[in-house]
């Protein structure tokens, strides 16, 4: 069965800061890999996914992820971070061929103005 | 399209009481899914759909039943409610793809058992 890790479940930054959060898996075959954003009293929104092809990929609002195949990762990446991206960030995962998706515990993210 | 609507927005039962979460959507897809959202747990998969008349249970479906007679609705079913069971529930639903399309959210559910 998949399973997905977040070691950063707080992460408090200032405006202007770079972000990286972590998103481990484990699974021994292929997948689809997700980032979903859920902004203060909203839904899950997607930010980005992977499927194949080139493993960095872009999203929205600025953020992009790299898959590293050996090191069963997919972090999430922002070089300029704004008070507007204070939300929970959830990882997520699902076998391909399946689309029943597991999800990471979620990191918060606080940013300062 | 209204996309994935849930009802209600919030409720409070006593323990033992049952009651039915709503789920729609309007989107046609075949594939829906019940989560619930715990602090510093993420979301856990309870019951899942690919399709009309086809059910599966998720991580954790104790206390939970869930049926698809028609492909817009996917009820999700509490028996017999218990504090444990204080949480804030999601709907989503994809189309068929492999598992490569992204799942659309409905608003949430906020249940709290006394």
């Known amino acids: 069965a998949q399973s997905v890790s977040q070691h950063n479940h707080h992460v408090i930054l200032s405006e202007a800061a770079s972000l990286e959060l972590g998103c481990n898996y484990s699974?021994?075959?292929?997948?689809?890999l997700f980032w979903y954003v859920q902004y203060p009293g909203q839904h899950l929104q997607l930010l980005l996914k992977y499927f194949s092809g080139d493993p960095l990929v872009k999203g929205i609002k600025g953020f992009e992820a790299e898959f590293i195949k050996s090191k069963f990762s997919f972090n999430l990446r922002k070089p300029s971070v704004q008070w507007s991206d204070t939300a929970e960030y959830f990882c997520?995962?699902?076998?391909?061929?399946?689309?029943?998706?597991?999800f990471g515990t979620g990191t918060r993210l606080l940013v300062s103005p | 399209n209204a996309g994935v609507t849930q009802t209600p927005k919030f409720q409070v039962l006593k323990t033992g009481q049952s009651m039915t979460l709503q789920c729609a959507q309007d989107m046609n897809h075949e594939y829906m899914s019940w989560y619930r959202q715990d602090p510093g747990m993420g979301l856990r998969l309870i019951h899942y759909?690919?399709?009309?008349?086809?059910?599966d249970q998720g991580e954790v479906p104790n206390g939970y039943n869930v049926s698809r007679s028609t492909t817009e609705d996917f009820p999700l079913r509490l028996l017999s409610a218990a504090p444990s069971q204080t949480s804030v529930y999601f709907c989503?639903?994809?189309?068929?793809?492999?598992?490569?399309?992204?799942?659309?959210f409905g608003p949430g559910t906020r249940l709290t058992v006394t």
């Open positions: 989503a639903s994809s189309p068929p793809s492999g598992g490569k399309r992204e799942q659309y």
């Open positions: 997520a995962v699902n076998a391909q061929g399946f689309q029943k998706l597991v």
């Open positions: 699974y021994g075959g292929t997948v689809n």
């Open positions: 759909s690919v399709g009309a008349g086809i059910t």
